[in-house]
């Protein structure tokens, strides 16, 4: 039963594509969440929502728009990627948008831009 | 805003010996306190966090925190390691107010040597 879970697990595309990560989790949680880690394992938020509404968006390109059709999805869509998208991205979703919560993280999609 | 330092990138240790894996944290307001683990290739799982109460903080898989207000510190500990605690640890804090931002540190991976 796998709780938070992301596909693609890899992603390997050429510069100027279009393309889209998708999340799910089956926890009934109220919050989710897109994380990217570098090459350096340094993690930043990206965005948050919670039930379906975006409450964080941290200063990120608008080339990258989240999109949460329902509360257990959040899908990532990225257009013109660049060198510096090269990533692994990850999804997580905690009970609600409160601060002491415990966040649940996906595997992950790594994703390279050639 | 919120700051993590993680004082060491690396740290290796035999197994069965102690570790101890170090965090600060700059804020001009009170936070909560969390350490995650990342296991290779996988996403990110909650050891512990601190919230309020006792400093001493006890999580999973033996590990502990102690949170030390004057010194700003969350240092994370195990008295006797195994292979499989080889990881990334990643220190991470939030406001104890608005949407939940987790800023993280840096990361330390621990290496477990036979």
């Known amino acids: 039963d796998t709780a938070v879970s992301q596909t693609p697990k890899y992603l390997v595309t050429q510069m100027g594509n279009d393309k889209s990560i998708k999340c799910e989790q089956n926890?009934?949680?109220?919050?989710m969440y897109w994380y990217k880690q570098d090459s350096k394992k340094f993690l930043k938020i990206m965005f948050s929502y919670n039930n379906k509404e975006l409450i964080i968006n941290e200063t990120v390109p608008n080339r990258f728009s989240p999109k949460s059709p329902d509360k257990a999805h959040l899908n990532l869509h990225i257009n013109s990627l660049e060198l510096g998208d090269s990533a692994v991205y990850f999804c997580?979703?905690?009970?609600?948008?409160?601060?002491?919560?415990?966040?649940?993280f996906g595997p992950g999609t790594r994703l390279l831009v050639l | 805003a919120q700051s993590v330092t993680q004082l060491d990138s690396q740290v290796p240790v035999f197994e069965e010996a102690p570790v101890e894996l170090r965090c600060n944290y700059s804020?001009?307001?009170?936070?909560?306190l969390f350490w995650y683990v990342q296991y290779p290739n996988q996403g990110l799982q909650l050891l512990l966090k601190y919230l309020s109460g006792s400093t001493l903080v006890k999580g999973i898989n033996g590990f502990e925190a102690e949170f030390n207000k004057s010194q700003t510190s969350f240092h994370l500990r195990k008295p006797s390691v195994h292979i499989s605690d080889t990881a990334e640890y990643f220190c991470a804090v939030s406001d104890l107010q608005g949407a939940q931002k987790l800023v993280f540190g840096q990361g330390t991976r621990l290496t477990i040597n036979p």
């Open positions: 926890l009934g949680h109220d919050t």
């Open positions: 997580a979703s905690s009970p609600a948008d409160k601060n002491q919560e415990t966040q649940y």
């Open positions: 804020s001009s307001v009170s936070v909560y």
